[in-house]
């Protein structure tokens, strides 16, 4: 194995500046006579605005401009991604303007911007102006919004956004299960997160009057699409005179995928001011403005015959989707949810129906996972339960259920057709790992010492990459997703590869150089890769669903071949050899049974110094050599890729106080070809923390008035160090059958397979004193309250 190539875990290039203080992220940026912007927000969930009185605070000292939705009139903030009904008809599709416009639905809604010569100052302005609000009923819940609650949009009186349905029809599914031996059945409740990157979102607009041109610096994982749809739909700025900048960013995980309103307010009011204009946000800006998470309620039966078979699953679920529509928000209860239903077992027959809901909340789009880690929960969930109902080990029920690695490519009835894995040998590697057949014994000391404890697992498989174009474009999609990459090789053989990826902290700098260095036979430190300008890479798709190696690696790789092979063509022409007998290996060019060689370096100095090189006829030019070494690929899938895997997880609870300690963690995860091992233990490490938070400890609590209680790191709680145990990282390998590089992702896997795997050991645990039931999170409270009311019923 290569010291830097595949399969090294080499340092992480990008850690010097990022562990140094020497990162540049946006909020670092000064630009020359930059204004700085703040956003009055609502205070109220749901209101009419009567009227706006800035008056005063355009008088306050330091102000520069204020402005209001009346003056910022421009095009909707739009969805990325349509969902028919089930009956056809297309979803409703709510107009959302940056900047409020006669009435506000969520607190945080954007209701004026002030801009200022110093923060304090527009802060301080914004304390003067008057808004006339006619305050109305907040629906928050998703059931009561659809049982005929205030209406959150003129257009969707019901508060559905859609109704949509997939896999086999509902009287056929009702059918197997009424006929099954067994029927299961649970109300699972999927807690509505809040995204905490360490770096909250900031954007700096600027217009260079010269050229009647923008640019915009932003903390965003997808540079290219913000400027598409910002340039296209909301300001209707021509493309190419937009460049969006996304230097380093602190963290993401789904939530600065999406266009915001901020980002298009300061790049319009920059050219209304004459002057660069700054906003960040502060914590509590985040929480109401930052989209949120998750926010399932279903409804799950499983048939299960006497042989312990699955027959068929039916789901119902209600997903709600706040006030708006985010970017990816309609597609991820549906097309990245429902199609994960079938998991890793082999349940002939299965019916989703989704209701998507409006309500006066925060809207809701992608956060790490997205769907995936919904499919999960309530697939795993019930399959305990099912076991516990039917009297047989849950383990023994997954086994007997497993789609068999010899069925694969295995089509499942809701529209995936999974191209490699196997999920026995990642159950097997990880029961043996968490000395699954030494718990009793465990627990048994655990009993001692007072305390009760627990042992859950859970089997996934997840949908990564994101694409094909044709594929996503025919379930709704309003882009396409491929990636881009340019690679350039300078003259003396060091390489610059210019990526359509974002990295904000996965590694991608050192992971892609690894990839090149392999691929050529260079140095890993001759290799420097570029994402995140929309003025040096040529196109892109950005970064979220795991899709950065399997898409973005890809695109690289095809972008190298072509190097390679352009090069192989100017290393014969120079050897006097065929280029069908020359070889490229190790870095060197050879030609076939002789001693005759260059060096990678060599060839990429000729290819810039190509004085003997035969030109190029305007009519015939096959035998000429185009001078330099450049190439470009557009990548566009055959399929997703699958990672699939088990973790187990154990606890430990105190019955006196509910208080619930994760003492052990094991996670084996096939995510196919790892580039760098260290990288992708460090991911799964970070996900799986994020799965115990969500199972544990987090939850973005509204009142019955649309406010936030949970605002706060006061009132919500993330996970601490001492929240997460040491956790045992492995894997399994089977190859993606459709990249060359065989990967299939590891960026999501820790947050889908933990929170499963944590209830059930809760659940485990708290099966001697009868609780049958508890739902995320399974805070101290909630384990004792679960206990208490055991002991009554």
Request: aromatic share 8%.
């Amino acid at each position: 194995m290569s010291t830097q190539g595949i399969g090294a875990s080499v340092k992480r290039s990008e850690d010097m500046r990022f562990l140094t203080g020497r990162g540049n992220y946006t909020d670092d940026i000064v630009r020359p006579h930059q204004a700085y912007a703040y956003i009055l927000r609502s205070p109220h969930a749901s209101a009419k605005i009567r009227g706006i009185d800035t008056v005063a605070a355009k008088s306050a000292a330091g102000v520069i401009a204020v402005y209001t939705g009346v003056d910022l009139q421009c095009g909707s903030i739009p969805c990325g991604w349509l969902v028919n009904n089930a009956d056809g008809s297309p979803m409703k599709e709510p107009a959302h303007p940056p900047l409020a416009q006669g009435a506000v639905r969520h607190v945080g809604d954007q209701v004026a911007v002030i801009i200022a010569e110093t923060l304090a100052q527009a802060k301080a302005a914004s304390e003067l102006i008057e808004v006339d609000y006619d305050v109305l009923p907040a629906v928050v819940d998703m059931e009561k919004a659809v049982a005929g609650g205030q209406a959150v949009h003129e257009e969707a009186p019901d508060n559905l956004c859609y109704d949509w349905v997939l896999g086999d029809d509902v009287a056929s599914v009702d059918a197997v299960i009424a006929a099954s031996t067994h029927q299961v059945s649970l109300r699972l409740t999927n807690n509505r997160l809040v995204p905490n990157a360490m770096e909250p979102r900031a954007a700096i607009g600027e217009y260079d009057l010269s050229a009647d041109s923008y640019t915009l610096y932003t903390t965003s994982q997808n540079p290219h699409v913000i400027r598409l749809l910002m340039g296209a739909f909301v300001l209707q700025i021509p493309e190419h005179k937009l460049r969006v900048v996304s230097p380093d960013v602190g963290g993401g995980f789904g939530s600065k995928i999406y266009h915001y309103a901020e980002e298009a307010i300061v790049t319009w009011a920059a050219k209304q001011v004459r002057r660069p204009v700054k906003w960040t946000a502060d914590r509590s800006d985040s929480f109401v403005s930052d989209a949120h998470g998750r926010d399932h309620i279903t409804n799950v039966t499983l048939g299960v015959d006497s042989d312990g078979k699955f027959t068929a699953l039916k789901v119902e679920t209600k997903a709600n989707l706040g006030a708006y529509l985010s970017t990816f928000s309609t597609c991820v209860p549906t097309y990245l949810y429902a199609t994960l239903l079938a998991g890793v077992y082999t349940t002939p027959k299965i019916y989703c129906n989704v209701k998507a809901v409006f309500t006066n909340t925060v809207p809701v789009d992608a956060y790490r996972g997205a769907g995936r880690p919904e499919a999960t929960y309530l697939i795993e969930r019930i399959v305990d339960k099912a076991a516990r109902q039917i009297g047989i080990d849950r383990v023994e029920l997954r086994r007997k259920n497993f789609i068999p690695k010899e069925a694969f490519p295995y089509q499942t009835p809701v529209a995936l057709q999974y191209d490699s894995g196997d999920y026995h040998a990642s159950l097997e590697q990880a029961l043996k790992e968490a000395d699954w057949n030494g718990f009793a014994a465990r627990k048994a000391e655990s009993a001692q010492n007072g305390k009760l404890r627990g042992i859950g697992v859970s089997t996934y498989v997840e949908a990564c990459g994101i694409a094909p174009s044709a594929v996503v474009g025919s379930l709704g999609a309003r882009a396409g997703l491929f990636e881009a990459a340019n690679v350039r090789v300078n003259p003396t053989g060091s390489v610059s590869v210019f990526t359509g990826s974002h990295s904000h902290g996965q590694g991608h700098e050192t992971t892609f150089a690894q990839i090149v260095s392999d691929k050529l036979g260079i140095p890993f430190e001759n290799v420097n890769i570029v994402h995140g300008d929309t003025a040096s890479v040529p196109f892109g798709m950005g970064t979220y669903g795991s899709r950065s190696l399997a898409v973005g690696g890809e695109a690289i790789m095809r972008a190298l071949n072509k190097i390679t092979e352009k090069a192989g063509k100017i290393a014969a022409h120079i050897m006097e050899a065929d280029a069908g007998d020359v070889e490229f290996a190790d870095g060197n060019f050879t030609v076939k049974g002789t001693d005759k060689s260059m060096a990678f370096g060599e060839v990429s100095l000729a290819a810039y110094v190509p004085h003997n090189f035969p030109h190029k006829s305007s009519h015939d030019d096959s035998n000429g050599l185009e001078p330099g070494l450049e190439e470009q690929a557009f990548y566009d899938p055959l399929n997703f890729t699958y990672p699939g895997g088990c973790h187990i997880c154990e606890v430990e609870v105190d019955p006196d106080t509910g208080k619930v300690k994760v003492v052990n963690f094991t996670a084996v995860d096939d995510v196919g070809q790892v580039i760098n091992p260290m990288i992708v233990e460090g991911q799964i490490q970070g996900g799986v923390a994020q799965g115990i938070g969500q199972a544990l400890l987090e939850q973005a609590v509204y009142d019955e008035n649309g406010q936030l209680l949970t605002g706060s790191y006061m009132d919500y709680t993330m996970p601490r160090a001492d929240d997460v145990p040491n956790i045992q990282v492995s894997n399994t390998v089977t190859l993606c059958t459709h990249n060359s590089l065989g990967v299939k992702g590891c960026g999501e896997v820790g947050a889908i397979g933990s929170p499963p795997a944590v209830i059930n050991a809760v659940l485990d645990a708290l099966e001697e004193k009868g609780v049958k039931d508890i739902s995320m999170p399974a805070t101290s409270y909630r384990v004792w309250q679960a206990m208490q009311d055991a002991k009554v019923n």
